[in-house]
């Protein structure tokens, strides 16, 4: 069941969300723009391919490449598969959705550094907890020292996996799968006139300066924002550190977060398509730029490219 841009209905995160990231901005970063983006409709296109309005919008330009309004939405089930699949098979998606996290490192002060090389997951009792009640709530974790350790297990198993495979998704998905992944992302290239891959020529201008850096700030649960980073082969341009997920705290929490981490000596620069963030920025003072076509994504790029940005 999915609920909004790719998120599954879930409860509450940690306890200890927004207790990780250091009150005093690390002064190695010595950075001048951070930019702040958004993920569906701005870097990569989904969610409307789910809802169909993406086949509305651009209807006639589909049909001249022989794409129906039914087939678009099929290509936003198929890759929503895929990136759910992923998720459970590799993030633990069954057994963390109700305990989502803003950042992968919220819960790693429950981590005691054990070494899981040989830790089974599947029979340490986490999950069999978690359905007796032990659910992570909006107001805190129902559950002991143990039953958090084991989660906090979970999240650095997923950033292993995550560092490990951001450069090479085909490897973890194995060969039959690999095959199929790619020609989705094909198929999907195809009818939004290679939006991704406009997206990333900007991300890697960006990337390429050693004073700007670029954190994702998504409204999808964070365990399934981390699947869609990988499939939209994005995975080399975000750090898992630079990754947050807004779906309990909001946009300008994640913003006020991330400028604690930054410093506010910085510049940041918001990039987006929705009212979320467009508000989040507007009660920040950050400048933000409207993501809603090709030409607005060119537009940067060019802004980029010339050094006005």
Request: hydrophobic letters at 40%; proline letters at 2%; glycine letters at 8%.
């Given at each position: ?262 410093g506010r000596k910085c510049t940041y620069v918001v990039v987006g398509d929705g009212q979320d963030e467009e508000a989040a920025a507007k009660q920040l003072n950050f400048p ?22």
């Amino acid at each position: 069941m999915v609920t909004g841009p790719g998120i599954r209905t879930g409860r509450g995160r940690g306890r200890r969300a927004g207790q990780n990231n250091p009150a005093s901005p690390n002064p190695e970063y010595n950075l001048e723009r951070v930019f702040i983006w958004d993920l569906d409709e701005t870097i990569i296109i989904f969610h409307s391919l789910l809802t169909g309005s993406y086949a509305t919008k651009y209807g006639k330009v589909l049909l001249r490449i022989v794409f129906d309004a039914q087939s678009v939405v099929q290509l936003g089930f198929r890759m929503e598969e895929m990136v759910f699949n992923l998720a459970d098979t590799h993030f633990f998606f069954n057994d963390v959705e109700d305990c989502d996290q803003v950042h992968i490192d919220d819960v790693s002060s429950d981590d005691n550094g054990q070494d899981l090389s040989a830790y089974n997951f599947a029979t340490d009792g986490f999950h069999a907890a978690a359905t007796n009640g032990n659910l992570c709530l909006a107001t805190g974790v129902r559950g002991g020292v143990d039953w958090m350790r084991k989660l906090a297990f979970r999240y650095r198993k997923i950033k292993e996996t995550y560092n490990n495979y951001r450069n090479n998704v085909g490897g973890l998905l194995g060969a039959g799968k690999r095959e199929a992944w790619l020609q989705l992302q094909a198929e999907i290239e195809l009818i939004t006139d290679h939006w991704l891959s406009l997206a990333i020529k900007c991300l890697t201008i960006i990337n390429s300066r050693s004073n700007c850096v670029n954190v994702l700030v998504t409204t999808t649960q964070l365990v399934p924002a981390l699947a869609k980073v990988l499939l939209f082969k994005l995975g080399g341009l975000f750090p898992i550190e630079n990754i947050y997920s807004a779906t309990k705290i909001g946009k300008e929490s994640c913003f006020e977060r991330i400028v604690s981490r930054f410093g506010r000596k910085c510049t940041y620069v918001v990039v987006g398509d929705g009212q979320d963030e467009e508000a989040a920025a507007k009660q920040l003072n950050f400048p933000f730029w409207r993501i809603s076509s090709h030409n607005d994504t060119a537009a940067l790029l060019n802004a980029l490219d010339m050094g006005f940005l």
